[in-house]
């Protein structure tokens, strides 16, 4: 089979070593040139575009038999309001657009923001989106909505994602938070904090491409309830002897539990 991954991040590479190493034939893109070579170890070819680049996509698309957006947008612009605004809608708005206009299978790696803070008991995919205005939910449904308007288009829903040897763990998330953002982050204190090991989240997405599945998958480890931001951070601002975050609560995640048991029915599982 031949695979376009657009946006090689860690889950765009690990999931296109994966391909790679099942014998696929995997297309991976990057917006950094200098990541051309780091890519060519795991991908038969590797093109340098954006993702809202339509001639530059549908070149990479050609004969292609699915086509997966892995993008993410840039950290350093994710922190403040304002900033989020152009820079979630040019990366995943209207990258997904581009995608579904170059081909007719599309599977897109979308957030479980999309159900903000949540209601009732628990979240499934049959719980309505948020109707938050800020730019982070609102152009993730944006593209949910554009891939899930073909026939073939799929969307999998993942939480924060952890564990890749490159990322930085939360300790030091916690002290970035306070040396470069005065302490004061996006985020709810009441939010539950849902991790997914790169890994896995990798595995949701080859499961849903290989097995054809179709429409919206929460991919978000379940098996327990985890500790709210403000308990985990609380924990990690106290051993470092460091000041309690503030939560300005821009940007709003589940606060009741979230349940995967669509995608565990079809057998999937995680493993990490």
Known sequence: ???????????????????????????????????VAELGEICADVAVLRGADREAVARAADGADAVVLTVSPRLQRS??????????????????RTAVAAHPRVVFTSSSSVYGAGGGAVIDEE?????????????????????????RGAVVRIPDVYGHPDD?????????????????????????L????????????????TRDLTGVY??????????????AFGEICEAANLP??????EIKTPAVPVTSAKLRATGFTFTH
């Open 1 to 35: 089979m031949r695979y376009l991954i657009i946006g090689c991040g860690h889950i765009g590479s690990e999931l296109a070593r994966r391909w790679t190493s099942a014998g696929h034939h995997v297309v991976g893109t990057t917006t950094s040139p200098v990541r």
């Open 244 to 249: 309690a975050l503030t939560y300005r609560g």
């Open 127 to 151: 719980s309505p989106t948020t109707a938050d205005t800020d730019a982070s939910p609102r152009n993730f449904i944006a593209a949910e909505q554009a891939v899930l308007s073909s026939p």
């Open 218 to 231: 929460n991919a978000v480890p379940d098996a327990a309830v985890p500790p709210t931001n403000a308990a």
């Open 194 to 209: 849902y991790r997914v090991d790169y890994r896995d989240a990798a595995a949701a997405l080859d499961f849903v491409v």
């Open 168 to 192: 930085i763990d939360y300790p030091t998330r916690v002290k970035f938070a306070h040396d470069v953002l005065g302490g004061s982050v996006p985020f709810s204190a009441d939010a539950l």
């Open 79 to 96: 922190f403040d309001a304002a900033q989020r605004v152009a820079e979630y809608a040019d990366t995943l708005t209207a990258s997904a």
